[in-house]
């Protein structure tokens, strides 16, 4: 037992039954400091009691433990002094008093507390909702931290030889990327350093999450983690993270219950990328209550009676896409395809956590709501005539727009394989979205789609062609994922050579920049130019703490240096130069520790064991068979 929970429990037999002091009904009070156990503190007309957890906390008091000894010391001096030091939520203008009652309770009262209410101009807030008062985030302080300066000699290194227009374009965007990490600002609340998507005076969920996305390659600057952890140390009490939040304030953009307030939901497929091992999971211990806050907030607030999940063209992160008309501000009744799946596939991630950190109180829920949406995708929401997945009108027809949303049921199996396969066909398929420039965000043969672009009405972006590339991945369609990556480079590196910068979206039909669209921007466009060679062009891609699965095709000179692994280690994979796809590549690896590296090369995996320091190794014909595993 804690100090803390010890001090108050010695308060707990100062409770006097029956007295007029006595509160009138049953309060739950949640006991929230940093680094010690949360528990309850509950007060009712025949007595109070402790319990662990906060599960069912009406009203959470946080503070430093020292506040709160103080408070429920008799006779302590500044016991009043202490209160000041404490934060009660939710942020009712009666807190004072509630804090009275439970107080007087205990025969602890303070002069003159809860005597007035104080002034308030907002909207009551609501109420607790498990797990949100377990989010460690929202008590959590920023401790001023220089920005970390951009040094190339500490990130990975691109080598692509007969590409330098991506080795150009990987360096230019993480100079651009450092210029634009920030300090948080005093008084926003914000607890740790940040990158910038450098769009307006604001700072958005979904650009962060991919952002942290090709961050993560910079794992020592605790920039992937820390620009998530801003949202978390934002989350309300019963969930809501707001999708657009003031960088100077720190104030919510949006009220909860309007349309455009918050999404996607794709934190927990987020947090599954950025997790260093499964075998070190501790990240996800912290992060799993906000995230599973997070998803329940969707589920209640975002949820049509049928089960079906809707949000706006502002929530879906696509604005201005016409497949739900006049929807940029308003969902107006749909069932939304990608709003959907983004759902099954949260509810497919928090499972996997909830079974690696010994979560298991969820499982029931989230199991049954991932078996209600998939059925409902693929009942309702798949035409079968054109093979592909739609948003659903109120009177039960389908739009008529193909969206790049649509393939996020590539993820977290929530289509069948023969559909996704149907799905997959159509990213090479010129009718549809196997377009110059793959992938624009509509199908070519879509009402309203733009050959310049027009925004999210046929442009080219780079967290939907991320989150395509990956969907290809789960379903095994390695090469065509290879093959669009390639053909995403090399438009985006003829862009950067005639002017010099990166843009927030691109043409489909031609190498030219969108229309509109932002320019200097990185921004989720380092995804593009970081992310996508090292993971799907070179094909180096870390599956946990100590293997690596290198995806070998190109035939120049290629790999990456510096490539980091777990606790500060890192590999140079460099394969040398060949004549073509059949003659078997030669690869040196160097390495700081223990790996299995995964050589992926004709249809066949090789496995290899090494050891720390440099290994040459050279494939040859015939292949291992997939379970031999070479030492080295």
């Known amino acids: 037992m804690t100090l803390l929970r010890d001090i108050i429990g010695q308060a707990l037999p100062r409770f006097r039954p029956g007295h007029a002091s006595a509160p009138a009904n049953t309060f739950v009070f949640g006991i929230i400091t940093p680094d010690e156990p949360s528990f309850s503190l509950s007060v009712g007309r025949e007595g109070a009691h402790l319990a662990d957890g906060v599960r069912d906390a009406e009203y959470l008091i946080q503070g430093e433990a020292d506040a709160l000894i103080c408070l429920f010391t008799p006779d302590a001096s500044g016991r009043a002094e202490a209160v ?15 804090l009275s009652i439970l107080l007087n309770a205990l025969d602890l009262g303070i002069d003159g507390l809860g005597h007035k209410a104080r002034r308030y101009d907002g909207p009551f807030p609501f109420p607790p909702r498990w797990p949100a008062p377990e989010n460690i985030f929202r008590t959590r302080l920023y401790q001023p931290t220089p920005l970390p300066a951009y040094d190339p000699a ?9 590409h330098p227009g991506w080795a150009a374009m990987y360096e230019w965007a993480w100079k651009r990327a450092f210029a634009n990490l920030r300090q948080p600002e005093p008084g926003s609340g914000f607890i740790a350093n940040f990158i910038d998507p450098a769009f307006n005076a604001n700072t958005f969920l979904w650009d ?59 934190l927990a497929w987020t947090e599954s990328l950025l997790a260093l091992s499964d075998s070190e999971p501790e990240r996800w211990r912290e992060v799993y209550p906000a995230l599973v806050a997070y998803h329940r907030w969707w589920s209640l607030w975002r949820m049509h009676p049928d089960g079906g999940m809707w949000t706006s063209g502002w929530g879906s992160g696509m604005d201005n896409q016409t497949r739900v008309p006049a929807s940029e501000y308003h969902h107006r009744g749909y069932t939304w395809v990608d709003a959907s799946m983004q759902q099954a596939l949260s509810c497919y991630h928090l499972l996997r956590i909830g079974d690696r950190i010994g979560r298991d109180e969820f499982r029931d829920e989230l199991e049954a709501e991932y078996g209600r949406l998939c059925a409902l995708i693929n009942e309702r929401l798949w035409d079968e005539a054109s093979g592909f997945y739609y948003d659903r009108a109120p009177d039960g027809t389908l739009s008529t727009t193909k969206s790049i949303g649509a393939y996020w049921g590539l993820l977290g199996e929530v289509i069948p394989p023969e559909r996704a396969a149907r799905m997959i066909a159509h990213l090479s398929n010129p009718d549809t979205f196997g377009r110059p420039h793959p992938v624009p965000t509509i199908a070519h043969d879509s009402p309203d789609y733009n050959p310049h672009g027009g925004y999210w009405q046929g442009g080219v972006w780079s967290p939907t062609n991320y989150m395509v590339l990956h969907g290809l991945h789960a379903h095994g369609h390695t090469v065509l994922a290879h093959t669009l990556a390639v053909r995403h480079l090399d438009m985006l590196a003829q862009v950067f050579a005639e002017t010099g910068t990166l843009y927030e979206n691109y043409a489909p039909e031609v190498p030219a920049r969108g229309a509109p669209s932002g320019k200097d921007f990185v921004g989720w466009t380092g995804l593009s130019a970081i992310a996508v060679p090292i993971e799907f062009a070179i094909g180096l891609r870390r599956d946990d703490a100590t293997t690596l699965t290198w995806d070998i095709r190109l035939t120049e000179r290629h790999g990456v240096l510096r490539f980091p692994l777990a606790e500060g280690g890192y590999v140079d994979a460099v394969c ?7 003659k078997p590549p030669g690869v040196r690896i160097t390495t700081t520790t223990q790996i299995t590296l995964v050589l992926h090369w004709e249809a066949r995996d090789i496995p290899y064991r090494l050891a720390p320091g440099t290994h040459e190794l050279v494939l040859k014909h015939p292949v291992p068979k997939p379970n031999d595993i070479t030492e080295g």
Request: hydrophobic content about 35%.
């Open 84 to 98: 000041s030091r404490l934060t009660m939520r939710p942020d009712y203008p009666f807190n004072d008093f509630l």
């Open 154 to 162: 500490a990130l990975p290194a691109l080598i692509a030889d007969g």
């Open 208 to 266: 962060t999450c991919f952002m942290a996305l090709f961050m993560r390659y910079a794992p020592h600057t605790g920039i992937a983690i820390g620009s998530l952890d801003n949202f978390y140390a934002k989350q309300h009490d019963d969930g809501f993270i707001c999708r657009e939040i003031s960088t100077y304030s720190g104030r919510d953009m949006f009220a909860p219950q309007d349309p455009r307030s918050t999404g996607p939901n794709i």
């Open 576 to 582: 040398e130069a060949r004549h073509s796809p059949a």
